[in-house]
Each structure stands twice: as C-alpha cells, then as structure tokens.
C-alpha cells in the first residue's frame, strides 16, 4: 500500500481508516473532498472503496428491515480498524 497521494492532503492510511465515514455519508465536506480526490487518484483505495460500498449494500439488503444493535457497529468498526492497521504491518 503507498502512502502517495499526499498533494490532497490525504494518503493511503487515513483514506482507508475513513472509508466507512465517507460511505455513510458522516465526514464533513473538507474531508470528504479529500478523501474522494484520493480515490480518483488511487486504483488501489478505489478497490477497496467499491469492495466496502458493495458489502455495506448486501447487509442493508439483508438486514435492512432489522435494526442492529448500537454497539455492533463499533465492534465492525474496531475490527475493520485492527484489520487495516495489520494489513499495513504486513505490507499488503
């Protein structure tokens, strides 16, 4: 994974960790400007983004008619987070 990209003001790392904010709609329009300057720029984060875009719509297919406990999605959210951190450790 680079750490390019940095002439947006957004590298790899912080596009990744911020995905689900700006899928959801919850980042605010500096941020999100930034984030989807580096998509536009980045096939890898790109990929990444449309893999999470597609896998956030199955489950709002499946569960949309349930509502999820408050606490599952900091759990999805924390393991999302240590996933990403390990990947960048690992060097994938």
Do not use: N, W
Request: charged share 30%; hydrophobic share 30%; net charge negative.
């Amino acid at each position: 994974m680079t750490t390019g990209h940095e002439g947006h003001g957004t590298d790899c790392t912080e596009a990744l960790l911020r995905l689900y904010e700006f899928l959801d709609g919850e980042i605010g329009p500096e941020d999100g400007a930034k984030i989807q300057a580096h998509l536009d720029e980045c096939e890898r984060c790109l990929r990444q983004y449309r893999m999470d875009q597609t896998l956030k719509e199955l489950v709002r297919r499946a569960c949309g008619c349930e509502p999820a406990p408050p606490t599952l999605r900091m759990t999805i959210m924390s393991r999302i987070t240590t996933i990403h951190v390990e990947r960048r450790i690992l060097g994938d």
